[in-house]
């Protein structure tokens, strides 16, 4: 309750109550002023002060957070994602065998709340939470009568930029390297430690070394031997961003990288032969051996091409394991000889945008084609959807998106895969075909 | 009979006694030497009345007022939003009453060559971007920073009016009450740190220039210094009983004549 002492006072308090909500907070410069011209006295000014704050804790959550004040900004962001999933596969078959296929359907969900926060001094730190415990999907499918989902721990990481040029970054983090699915799940948040330098020159161009070191698998020391140790992916990557055209507009960036592991538990020599395959095939279960990948991304982008707003891109991605017969041989038990053009992948492909994909009426849509050897990609990292994360397939990728309103979207995307070499056993790399749709209802908030 | 009259009388008397009884907690830098002298001089008037002063930063003050452990909460800032949700949730009124002006004070080794300073580099030494005293033109030295400790309203608000609520320098030293900012900045040469204007006019210290203007009566009043502020007793709604007649003669013309005396600045006369 006020105690009014003036028709001025009144007059104010009137006005600014009304508004309390909103202004209390940002009121303190305006009564300020009223105090130096004399129109309010101190005490008057104190208790409206408090009369406002006491409003404005009343009618907002705001006033009831006690935030540090060591935080420059906090934010909280996340989506949840209705997904219907339609795929069929089949397996090679020996020649003559009747064809097997194996549908799926499912209603799925994804959900994902993120708390960024940035510090003073340069520091930042944030959490992410999402449905789905794999690293590469945070898909939930609604499965037995009316089930609740555990919800998990997707990013945990603490930043340190101590001026425009570094960057270093700890914990499980965004992925911070240029790449594309072929290589890197864009569900997946790397664990491990991040550098960056960046170096600015010309008008907005950009040169940057990102180097990162994985935790992809704790071992345990005390087995003696290579197995004991930890596991550890080593990547670095240099990638230049040019600006050009009209009001440097059009960009290109051209990634170049090399990524290998510390091979903690490669297997001695003499233990292998193309007869006892395959040893250790599978993904997320330690398959590191003899990976090596050399690599060379980018994209052009052309803005405005067709009116304003509207953008048109084309993209690439390739790698290459260098020791890729050796993995042939010593993971998969293959003739090297035979498979060592399973060693390279490359992807290109065309996309056509309108808008940034935030504002209602925006659209996109993106078609690539690529062709993953068996040793040429990590099978720990590489696109879940397409070819349903299995190696030794080439084929398409459609991806359309529209936004319902400025944040809502609907996203429809069709995978077509089929076999490169045929006469592969593991199940890593012997699917024979895949179709895959989905379609989504994505909510931002 | 007569005996369980005298019984009752004397508990009665007790219980009066004890109701006299004035619990003011909060802000060292009210609670440290004006608000005592002020309590002598009541109590002169009021020999029935006694004092439990407790002076151990603002938030202990407002936390009073939150939790009734005290009748007036002195406070040398505004209670926070948070504060004041948390008393309206306990169905507490936090009631703000300006009881002096101060000016907080950057106090130098009265030995520093270094007399004025802008706001920026004093925000850029209690943040700890300018670490030497000869990036701001003095003796080359490393700067021996000194600040309230984090329960002080001094502490916040020096860190909301000079550093923009930047987190103070991470080799700031702590101390507990603005004497001994004034003692650590006697003795050590490269000291600075900031007190109350009561407490800037210490022998050893010496008082920076911010931005050409000194803490006086007249800057602090029409705050042309920057570092102005209001200091507050807080109550549970309008103030009644003892603690009333305690507030009224804090703001009475003796009252104000102690706080001048002590080296606050009066609240004008209306």
Do not use: C
């Not at chain 1, 410069?29 to 129109?39: E, F, H, N």
């Not at chain 1, 000889?337 to 925006?362: N, P």
């Not at chain 2, 006019?201 to 050409?212: D, L, R, S, T």
């Amino acid at each position: 309750m006020l105690h009014l002492k003036s028709k001025w006072l009144a007059l104010l308090s009137g006005a600014l109550l009304i508004a309390a909500p909103v202004i209390a907070q940002d009121s303190g410069p305006l009564i300020d002023i009223l105090v130096k011209k004399g129109i309010v006295t101190d005490q008057e000014a104190e208790e409206l002060r408090a009369d406002l704050v006491k409003d404005f804790t009343n009618n907002s959550s705001a006033g009831k957070l006690n935030l540090s004040s060591s935080l420059v900004e906090f934010k909280m962001s996340g989506d949840i994602r209705m997904r219907y999933e339609y795929n069929d596969q089949g397996p090679e078959l020996a020649t003559g065998a009747a064809p097997l296929n194996n549908e799926t359907s499912r209603q799925r969900f994804r959900l994902r709340f993120n708390t960024d926060v940035i510090l003073q001094k340069g520091w930042t730190a944030g959490f992410a939470l999402e449905t789905g415990q794999s690293s590469d999907s945070a898909n939930q499918t609604f499965t037995g009568a009316a089930d609740d989902y555990g919800v998990f721990v997707a990013r945990a990481y603490v930043g340190w930029q101590p001026n425009a040029n570094w960057a270093f970054v700890l914990g499980k983090q965004k992925n911070p390297f240029y790449t594309t699915e072929m290589r890197w799940d864009a569900d997946i948040s790397p664990q491990g430690a991040y550098e960056n330098y960046k170096a600015f020159f010309g008008a907005k161009d950009t040169f940057e070394i990102r180097a990162m070191q994985h935790a992809m698998q704790d071992n345990n020391e005390q087995v003696a031997g290579p197995t004991g140790r930890d596991t550890w992916m080593f990547e670095q990557q240099a990638v230049l961003t040019h600006w050009f055209g009209p009001e440097n507009l059009h960009s290109a960036i051209v990634a170049v990288g090399y990524s290998a592991y510390n091979q903690s538990s490669l297997p001695s020599t003499a233990t292998i032969s193309p007869s006892n395959s395959p040893l250790n095939s599978a993904a997320f279960v330690g398959s590191v051996r003899a990976q090596d990948y050399g690599t060379f991304a980018g994209e052009v982008n052309w803005a405005n091409l067709n009116g304003a707003g509207t953008a048109f891109k084309v993209y690439w991605d390739s790698s290459y394991n260098t020791t890729g017969g050796t993995r042939a041989y010593r993971v998969y038990g293959l003739n090297p000889t035979l498979f060592s053009k399973g060693a390279t992948a490359w992807l290109t492909g065309l996309g056509y945008s309108y808008g940034t994909g935030k504002v209602q009426g925006d659209y996109s849509a993106k078609l690539d084609y690529r062709s993953v050897g068996v040793t040429s990609v990590d099978p720990n990292t590489n696109d879940s959807d397409w070819g349903l994360s299995k190696v030794n397939q080439k084929g398409w990728k459609l991806a359309l998106a529209y936004n319902v309103t400025d944040f809502t979207n609907f996203n429809l995307t069709y995978f077509d895969t089929k076999i490169i070499q045929q006469g592969m056993t593991f199940a890593l790399g012997n699917l024979d075909r895949s179709h895959e749709l989905l379609v989504d209802l994505v909510v931002k908030f | 009979m007569k005996k369980v009259i005298l019984i009752l009388a004397a508990l009665a008397a007790i219980a009066t006694a004890s109701a006299q009884k004035l619990v003011i907690k909060g802000s060292d830098t009210l609670g440290a030497k004006l608000v005592p002298t002020l309590a002598e001089e009541y109590k002169a008037k009021n020999p029935g009345v006694s004092f439990e002063i407790a002076a151990e930063g603002s938030t202990t003050g407002i936390s009073a007022i939150i939790d009734g452990t005290a009748q007036i909460g002195m406070s040398s800032r505004r209670a926070k939003p948070t504060e004041i949700s948390a008393a309206q949730a306990k169905g507490v009124s936090m009631k703000p009453i300006i009881v002096a002006f101060d000016g907080i004070a950057v106090i130098a080794n009265a030995g520093n060559p270094v007399s004025s300073l802008t706001k920026r580099q004093v925000e850029q030494i209690f943040a700890g971007d300018i670490v030497d005293w000869s990036a701001v033109g003095g003796t080359p030295g490393a700067i021996s920073i000194y600040t309230r400790n984090t329960s002080s309203g001094t502490y916040s608000d020096f860190k909301a009016l000079a550093t923009k609520n930047r987190d103070y320098a991470s080799s700031s030293q702590k101390m507990a009450g603005n004497e001994q900012i004034v003692a650590e900045v006697a003795k050590n040469p490269s000291g600075i740190g900031y007190v109350g204007l009561a407490y800037m006019n210490e022998p050893g210290v010496k008082v920076m220039a911010i931005e050409g203007s000194t803490p006086t009566k007249e800057s602090v009043l029409n705050k042309s210094y920057p570092y102005a502020r209001p200091t507050f007793y807080y109550t549970n709604g309008e103030p009644t009983g003892e603690a009333k007649k305690f507030v009224d003669f804090t703001l009475s013309d003796e009252g104000k004549k102690i706080i001048e005396k002590i080296g606050f600045v009066a609240p004008p006369t209306k």
